[in-house]
């Protein structure tokens, strides 16, 4: 995700008018937290129909969305689904799946903040399971000039130096960010199509001149058009005679596999080939949305169990036939913008690349989205969090977290969801990853204090900050030891830059939370401490990229507070005023700030 996309995001959900909450939105938010919670149920993941189902579930929201605010992630998701089901039983085929919801992100929703993520994986795909170390080069390229402020940046430039021996050999060194145009295509590395010119006469009459060819024969002037590609032009690959297999023999060149692939508006062919070879191509555009290729290999025979792919995206038929021993390979694609081709050794290959021309605009956000409120319940499962014979911290702070969301969804574009529905243990970095997920507008997670001191009552707020209340308070260790193994959990990398951002807009949705939450502890309890707004390392806040605060609403450990944590009326004024402080907050926010 581009860093600075995502803070732009956060700004715009913050200070966004109100929006009417969608139905849609609500239901595909919850398709996504049950996507989360899945990724932690590893007997579920044993279930190849639970993996189709949110597959196909992202996928038709996007189909059927397309314009949606969410609908690039659903694609994502469903790219990531795909991948990880490879990873676990569909191997190769599941992988190729996988590339081609990454690839229709990238080139569909090329602003997304996640077209540069999605052009990542599918590099590693590529890369890593599908041994196409030369195809990732090229999309790992495409990340270092297209996207300079992309936090894949550094790990894309690591790539192509990891892989510089698959580099075309004209490929200049990667621009410095600041002079690379922002624009993932790259036209000054292909070979321009030419413009459209009218069809030559069916009748015969002179034939048209080649319009582009690579490496021509040096013996002899390469063929016209006409004469490789009879009119009227090559028929689809199902139609299409078939190969001529010939035996291996000494001294000929076999194209053993032609690999194709579509990433990123891009068509890549890749002709694995006993043999270096030279290769001519001819291209004529003939129509406003066609143009038909005919790559020539000479001296090249197709092996015998040589199979023909279908075409993909832009190509629009393939076929491959032996012509007095040249290899004529034909292809027609929508608008190309332009074609590179390359040789690589090892093995020998050469791989054909096709630049789909443009997508005239990317689908712009329609409205701005609604504003999303994720509440926490802490805890959950075999962590009970706080508890005695009066309460038990997990239970409560589920039914308190249910009352306040039924109180915020009373107003119209607020969507509310919680990390948990039910007595569920939780990983911290799942929590916080949600908020940061949905680009949440605010994170709130709920909290029973403790203390060795009975005397010790009232309710606090906390923002996340690496200082302040010492790690070994209390109150901190306590609820950072809530968790297991909370060494290996996953943060993600918040800039010193976004840190402050952050850490100011989660002080805003404090200062709006504590007194209301106060307010409501004091209808019951006119002495309730105001214990104030702290800051700690809490690391359930400390992965949070957008605004993040930690409530705790009261002791465990105070015997009048735990009696009144135990009734239903005392969580309905604490629900009041947790409610009421979270929509103070949004409507600050979405008038403009304070
Ligand atoms: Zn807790």
């Not at 694609?75 to 690839?103: H, I, M, N, P, V």
């Not at 080649?210 to 490496?215: I, K, L, M, R, S």
Request: charged share 25%; with cysteine.
């Amino acid at each position: 995700m581009k860093r600075a996309t995502a803070l732009a995001w956060i700004l715009l959900l913050l200070y966004s008018a109100a929006a009417l909450a969608e139905p849609i939105e609500d239901e595909y938010l919850a398709l996504r937290l049950k996507y989360r919670n899945f990724l932690a149920d590893v007997g579920a993941q044993k279930k190849r129909a639970n993996w189709d189902k949110f597959i196909v579930g992202f996928a038709n929201f996007t189909e059927k969305h397309s314009t949606h605010p969410r609908a690039d992630d659903a694609l994502f998701l469903a790219g990531d689904a795909q991948e990880r089901l490879a990873r676990w039983t569909t191997g190769e085929a599941g992988f190729r799946e996988a590339l081609k919801s990454y690839d229709a992100l990238a080139r569909v929703y090329a602003d997304s903040n996640l077209a540069d993520d999605a052009l990542w994986r599918a590099g590693q795909i590529l890369e890593l399971k599908l041994n196409s170390a030369a195809e990732a080069y090229l999309l790992y390229r495409t990340i270092v000039n297209g996207y300079p402020d992309s936090d894949m940046f550094a790990k894309a430039k690591d790539g192509m130096e990891r892989l510089s021996t698959f580099a075309p050999a004209e490929t200049a060194p990667p621009a410095e960010p600041a002079t690379t145009p922002a624009t993932p295509a790259e036209p000054s590395m292909t070979t321009p199509v030419p413009p459209n010119e009218p069809l030559p006469p069916a009748e015969p009459g002179p034939s048209p001149a080649p319009v582009a060819a690579v490496e021509p024969e040096p013996k002899a002037a390469p063929p016209t058009f006409e004469e490789m590609t009879p009119r009227p032009a090559a028929p689809p690959p199902e139609t299409a005679a078939p190969t001529a297999p010939a035996p291996a023999a000494a001294g000929v060149n076999r194209l053993t596999r032609l690999a194709v692939w579509s990433l990123d508006g891009r068509a890549f062919l890749t002709f694995y080939l006993d043999a270096p070879t030279k290769t001519e191509i001819l291209i004529r555009p003939t129509a406003s949305e066609t143009t038909e290729f005919c790559l020539t290999l000479p001296s090249v025979e197709t092996a015998g169990d040589f199979s023909l792919p279908p075409p993909v995206a832009p190509l629009t038929t393939l076929s491959v036939e032996s012509v007095d021993g040249r290899l004529l390979v034909r292809m027609q694609a929508g608008a190309l913008q332009g074609y590179s081709i390359n040789q690589f050794d090892s093995p020998s290959r050469l791989v054909l690349e096709l630049h789909a021309a443009p997508v005239e605009q990317s689908v712009a956000r329609p409205s701005p989205p609604n504003r999303v409120v994720v509440l926490d319940p802490g805890h959950g499962g075999e962590d009970l969090g706080a508890h005695n014979r009066l309460l038990v911290e997990k239970d409560l702070v589920l039914n308190l977290a249910k009352k306040v969301r039924d109180r915020l969804r009373e107003q119209p574009g607020v969507i509310v969801l919680l990390t948990r529905e039910n007595d569920l243990f939780l990983p911290l970095d799942t929590r916080f990853g949600l908020a940061n997920d949905i680009q949440a507008t605010a994170f709130v997670s709920l909290h029973v204090n403790a203390s060795p001191r009975p005397e010790s009552n009232g309710v606090e707020s906390y923002l996340y900050e690496s200082a302040g209340t010492p790690a070994e308070d209390d109150t901190v260790r306590f609820e950072n030891e809530s968790g297991q193994n909370h060494n290996n959990y996953t943060y993600p990398y918040i800039s010193p830059a976004d840190r402050v951002l952050l850490r100011d807009e989660s002080r805003r949705l404090a200062e709006r939370l504590q007194p209301r939450l106060l307010a409501g502890a004091r209808q019951s309890r006119a002495r309730a401490a105001n214990r104030g707004i702290k800051s700690a390392p809490l690391l359930v806040l400390a992965g949070a990229r957008v605004p993040a605060v930690l409530v705790e609403i009261g002791f465990a450990t105070n015997p009048e507070e735990a009696k009144l944590l135990s009734q239903d009326a005392y969580l309905d004024q604490l629900a009041d005023g947790l409610a009421d402080g979270i929509r103070r907050y949004l409507d600050d926010a979405a008038a403009g700030g304070e």
